[in-house]
């Protein structure tokens, strides 16, 4: 009996030992780290120009009021560069527009350019494919003078943006796009008139003496010579417009 018991106890305490240390089975392993994701770099914004616009319509019309060092003027409503074409003998390489006189030539034109030679307050202008308005003659007496085309006018008026030229009266100039596509409001000179203009317009500085609002297909709405370089100051502002919407 004794033998018997001690037999039994053997048996039980190898079982217990082999429980404890857990012999044959796999051991467990710590969790796999996943990478951290790479971050994908943000593209930078583009910026979209603004859509070709008409910026000197041919058959718009519009009276201007202003102001000088000597007084009040205006010019009565008329078309802003009317019809017929003088042909294209000073714009053939900008392609088959045409050249038209423009009526208010000083819209467009410095009053420094005009004191030096009365005869560009008269100027041609023409436009390439894209829009863009030159300047490319002047006439006097019915006749056309060509000059050195030069840009007044982009189709696309984009903020920051410019271009430089010889003016009409051979004077160097950079042009900057002051702001492009705002809402200004503009009020006709005092005289016979008091209309308001409210609407988007895109300002271009043309060196020091020269100031230009320009309205998508209306056409020049403020001229401003502050009276730099020894010319005069003028503001010249449009009102009583007369939009033809079909105007090249």
Known sequence: MRRLLLGVCFLAALAAAGCGANYGTTPTTGATATPAPTATPVPTATPVPVKAENYLPLTNQAAYNGTTSGGVFAYASTALAPPPSLGTTCSAALGTFGEFVVNV???????SDVQFNGAYATPVISKNSTGDVYVVGYTSGGTETCVQSYPIAKAQMVKGSGWTFVDIAGVSRSAVVVSDHVTATFIAQPGAVSTTYTGIVSQVAYGS?????????????????????????????????VVDPASK
């Open 105 to 111: 030539g000083l819209a467009i034109i410095p009053v």
């Open 209 to 241: 003496d020269q100031t230009i609002y320009w309205a998508a297909g209306f056409g020049p709405v403020q001229t401003i010579n502050p009276g730099a370089s020894g010319n005069f100051a003028q503001t010249l502002t449009a009102h009583n417009w």
